[in-house]
């Protein structure tokens, strides 16, 4: 059974960083494509980035590229999100999904809590 568990969110002003990791188990981590996403208070969820199964192909939203870097370690089951230069409307809980073979994300992690204070 795969699971995904992410950590590292918390409480951090404006301008700040911080790094989320998301911890994979049950599966073959390294085939597939990882993804992370937000979801603000009474927003839709929305895409932030995601990262091809070996690392080389990468995308993200427009509000967050140049400001965002995700990344995998497939030795260790894990994809980060290094958040540097945070804004306010950042503030969301914050999810990483595994992308199974027909495109859509299929497996969801718990969240966590990034918060962003001006």
């Known amino acids: 059974q795969v699971q995904l568990v992410e950590s590292g969110g918390g409480l951090v002003q404006a301008g700040g960083s911080l790094r989320l990791s998301c911890a994979a188990s049950g599966g073959t981590f390294s085939l597939y494509v990882m993804g992370w996403f937000r979801q603000a208070p009474g927003k839709e969820r929305e895409f932030v980035a995601s990262i091809s199964s070996s690392g080389g192909i990468i995308s993200y939203a427009t509000s967050v590229k140049g400001r965002f870097t995700i990344s995998r370690d497939n030795a260790k089951n894990t994809v980060y999100l290094q958040m540097n230069g945070l804004k306010p409307e950042d503030t969301a809980a914050y999810y990483c999904?595994?992308?199974?073979?027909?495109?859509?994300?299929?497996?969801w992690g718990q969240g966590t809590q990034v918060t962003v204070s001006s």
């Open positions: 999904a595994r992308r199974g073979r027909a495109g859509s994300y299929e497996y």
